[in-house]
């Protein structure tokens, strides 16, 4: 009984922290721009990211050790650097569109003016980081995360003609779009779904929690099960922007934007709903990307880590997070607008994919590392075709963000 | 294991050299990305982002006159999209147009955002007017549309150039 309420309480909260900023963002920006006729990207997406969490997951309960230390290991420093640099920056980028987002959120539901809501929220996520237990932080954000389904309510609510909305899903360039922009826009989604620091945050949460090749089933039907639901919400917020945006001619540009179809299909007690969500969702992912730049930071210089571990035994792993909240207040207290930070960090993360994908492939077929728990063929063929998706994004960002102005 | 990195001096200027490649490259993306096209393609996406904008305002004030929208977020919309339209003015104002004619649209463009920001005036007093005062929430979506018109006609007129 205990290990199905496990179960179950690990495909909520993965459901719940499923949605960031990045995934809450873009897609409304592509339901208000291309209706439903990107979703096959989210399906891309959300399909690869189960395939390297699961990898990376079974790399931590394996090997007993987070794969970025694994990597750092295995492939020796530079190829860990290479890895280290571009996690990093990414990591970097969305902690500081995380913690923007929490303030919008706050701004919504307070009219109180978002930067002063800035050190507020960066205080809260080191204050959780640095007092409340890693299971605890987990399950709760993951779970209040969880009323963003609100979305798919307002969907309903709203009383679209489905027929037309199903119509949307075949993947076509809108009229008034080129396909240079809905390419651009197909790669920020993927991007926002397979955002590098949702592996390293997995491996190193399974090492906190002690995980071992027993819990490999729950780690698997908690990937399996409960990231495609939550690829599911992303959908549900790119329907919802696509029959209330759409036909005004809205093009999202703010996350006041975002919540507009929620009240229109659910009134007050919605957009209640949604924005507790949202910042649910958004908390939760500033203290993921947090540890997460803790994690590889520590985990590439051989620094004492873990939230297991009280802060003095691990002060350079903690000093690094408190830098990153730091250097995060700083860039957004320039005025630099949170929703385009969020944009840019999507568009970069699609940029950086191979470097922390390939590593992960490579560590997962080793079986110094994983005994007999090493991919299984079809794994690997899944792997190598994802290998060449990422690699076609990453090549292609640039240039497409050059030819549409990054997408306007 | 404990691992720690390891440091060749004639590696060391590699980074540094990477480093000023990235923020090279990152310049000429800003640059680039920056970049736009003529006055007649420049008022076009203003036109579009303050449409965008003003349709915005334009539900939140239904849905809160409906009351399915709180005031805090009403206010916060509004916020965010006047400074949509502030940008896009700006943009307009910043062009170099060379041909009267260029020039003519600029000043068009002007006005109709000028409008647009007038608007957004009145339904901003109208919210901190509250239930009953002047002007109404009505008269502040009223202000909204006629802006809204206003750059549809604009928008017509430089599509069909």
């Known amino acids: 009984m205990k290990r199905i309420l496990g179960v179950a309480l690990g495909i909520l909260t993965a459901i719940g922290g499923f949605v960031d900023i990045g995934d809450l963002v873009t897609n409304a920006v592509v339901g208000s721009r291309f209706g439903l006729s990107l979703v096959w990207v989210v399906a891309v997406g959300v399909l690869g990211i189960c395939l390297f969490a699961n990898m990376s997951g079974r790399v931590a309960a394996a090997s007993g050790r987070a794969t970025f230390e694994v990597i750092r290991e295995r492939l020796g420093p530079r190829a860990g650097l290479a890895n280290l640099s571009a996690s990093f920056l990414i990591n970097l980028m969305t902690v500081t569109a995380e913690i923007g987002g929490i303030a919008l959120a706050l701004q919504l539901a307070s009219s109180v003016y978002y930067l002063l809501w800035i050190p507020v929220a960066a205080l809260a996520v080191w204050f959780v980081i640095w007092r409340v237990r890693f299971s605890i932080m987990e399950n709760v954000t993951g779970l209040v995360g969880l009323t963003l389904i609100v979305f798919a309510v307002a969907l309903f609510l709203l009383k679209p003609d489905w027929g037309a909305l199903a119509g949307q899903l075949v993947p076509t360039v809108p009229g008034q779009e080129t396909i240079w922009t809905y390419s651009y826009y197909a790669i920020a989604l993927f991007g926002a779904a397979m955002t590098p620091y949702e592996v390293f945050f997995f491996s190193s949460g399974a090492v906190e929690e002690g995980w071992t090749v027993k819990d490999l089933l729950q780690e698997r039907t908690n990937v399996l099960v409960g990231f495609p639901l939550g690829g599911l919400l992303s959908v549900a917020i790119a329907a919802c922007a696509t029959v209330v945006l759409l036909p005004a001619g809205i093009s999202v540009t703010s996350l006041s934007q975002v919540v507009l179809p929620v009240a229109e299909g659910a009134g007050k007690l919605g957009l209640a709903v949604v924005l507790v969500g949202i910042v649910a969702a958004t908390f939760g992912a500033a203290l993921e990307t947090t540890l997460s730049s803790g994690y590889t930071l520590a985990q590439f210089f051989g620094w004492s880590w873990g939230k297991f571990r009280r802060p003095a035994e691990a002060a350079r792993f903690h000093l690094a997070m408190i830098i990153c909240l730091l250097v995060g207040i700083a860039v957004l207290a320039t005025g630099v607008d949170p929703v385009l930070v969020t944009e840019y960090s999507v568009v970069f993360s699609a940029i950086a994919l191979p470097l922390t994908y390939l590593p992960i492939l490579i560590v997962a077929n080793d079986p110094e590392y994983m005994r007999e728990h090493v991919n299984g063929r079809a794994v690997n063929a899944l792997g190598m075709v994802y290998l060449v998706i990422i690699l076609v994004a990453s090549i292609a960002a640039i240039p497409l963000m050059i030819v549409t102005g990054a997408g306007s | ?161």
């Open chain 2, 1 to 161: 294991m404990r691992n720690t990195p390891v440091s060749a001096p004639a590696a060391k200027s590699r980074p540094r050299l990477a480093a000023r490649l990235w923020m090279l490259a990152v310049t000429a993306l800003a640059v680039l990305t920056a970049c736009g096209g003529g006055t007649a393609e420049s008022v076009s996406t203003a036109v579009k982002d303050s449409s965008s904008a003003v349709a915005t305002a334009r539900i939140a004030l239904r849905q809160d006159m409906d009351g399915k929208l709180t005031r805090a977020a009403t206010s916060t919309t509004l916020d965010d999209e006047l400074k949509e339209v502030q940008t896009s003015r700006s943009s307009v104002l910043k062009l170099s147009p060379a041909t009267p004619e260029d020039r003519d649209t600029q000043k068009q463009a002007l006005d109709v955002l000028d409008q647009c920001a007038a608007g957004f005036a009145t339904a901003r007093a109208a919210l901190s007017a509250g239930d009953g005062g002047t002007p109404s929430l009505a008269d502040g979506d009223k202000a909204l549309a006629g802006a809204q018109d206003a750059l549809k006609q604009l928008g017509d007129k430089v599509g069909s150039k």
